[in-house]
């Protein structure tokens, strides 16, 4: 038994020492999350204005997944757009008039700004005014920024949920309603909403809504669920608004899913019993799933550089459903409010890092030499050329991971680099 008279099984990590580091970053910049969320939100347009490196950025997050008709495009400023804002306003404006004639089933356009110089000068907002009066009751036109200066990866979506905000209605006061925030893939949302439904919890809305059409109301008796832990700022401004945020892991693994379906079912009052005869099925299949990812991954030596902000509660199921050794987990911003279940869960003497020095990291992994190191795709190459196994943290996001009937296909995103370096070494 523990001081605190828990089994051992559950003893939790109260108080983690994370080391700090503000040193050189190498992680990509929020345009990435174009390429999830504009296959999510079909009836959207993004529309980055920026140079050729975001432009050569997004082909090649895009192209790490296979997509049929991307929905975004890049507006390149030119080198002649910087003689006059009025010019890159009316090159934007026809831009704008070309996209909405050639896909008139679009409802919602972004302007996503970046960080080039002349980027930065154009007031976006003040053109998505000017543009969402010009195609009113026909398109929306909403702005934010990606820039690589404000953002990293992740961070992305939550400057585009957090722009989306006041387009969603009031919900009356006195009307409960759970509203499930982060991107998830169709397949899993309808796996998710089949259990609330089951559950009886219900109505269940998700942000992002498939379509903006559909977007979510929110007020005072709106219950917040995170799926995606990296969505701070959208939280804050909702709570500003009354919505409640449930505490809770995050839904990955059989551990995180159960409790973070626990925490919904606490909520609506669902008895025991029922909670657990409705999970019962997925939680078995799950478990049957993961015993042989389990057997591939068990002692297996594990390091996370900082990318995705998907690294504690990813770590966590590592360590307590695989049986991994955690060799350090990193992560670019550490937000406690929203990390707290997790780093309650982490093992607790796993070594945890805030931010990035790249070079002092890299020297770490080098002399640790782990069996798998999970990064940025910057990273992963130069890595790789020194003999060390490596797992692109972008897959997280752009593979379903969440939920029960994922939860082996999660744990074989790491088993499988593992496995083809043993078939190599044979
Ligand atoms: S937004 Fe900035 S960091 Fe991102 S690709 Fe464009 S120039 Fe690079």
Known sequence: MSAAGLPLAVEVNLRPEINRERGQRQVFCGLAGIVWLHRKIQDAFFLVIGSRTCAHLLQSAAGVMIFAEPRFATAILQERDLAGLADCNQELDRVVAEIIQRRPTIKTLFLVGSCPSEVIKLDLHKAAERLSGRYRNQVRVIAYSASGLETTFTQGEDSCLHSLLPELSQRPDGERSLLIIGTLPDVVEDQFKRLFSELGIDPVEFLPPRRLAEAPAVGRGTRMLLAQPFLSETVRALEKRGATLLSAPYPLGIEGTRAWLEAAAQAWGVPRARFEAV????????????????????????????????????????????????????TPFLDRQLMAEELALLPPQVSLTEGQDVEQQLARVRAARPDLTVCGLGLANPLEAEGLRTKWSIELVFTPIHGFDQAADLAELFARPLVRAGLLRV
């Open 279 to 330: 999970i019962a099925p997925a939680v078995e299949r799950a478990a049957k799933g993961l015993s042989h990812q389990r057997a591939l991954l068990e002692g297996k030596r594990i390091w996370f550089l900082p990318d995705s902000q998907l690294e504690i509660p990813i770590a966590r199921f590592l360590a307590r459903e695989c049986g991994v050794q955690l060799l350090e987990v990193a």
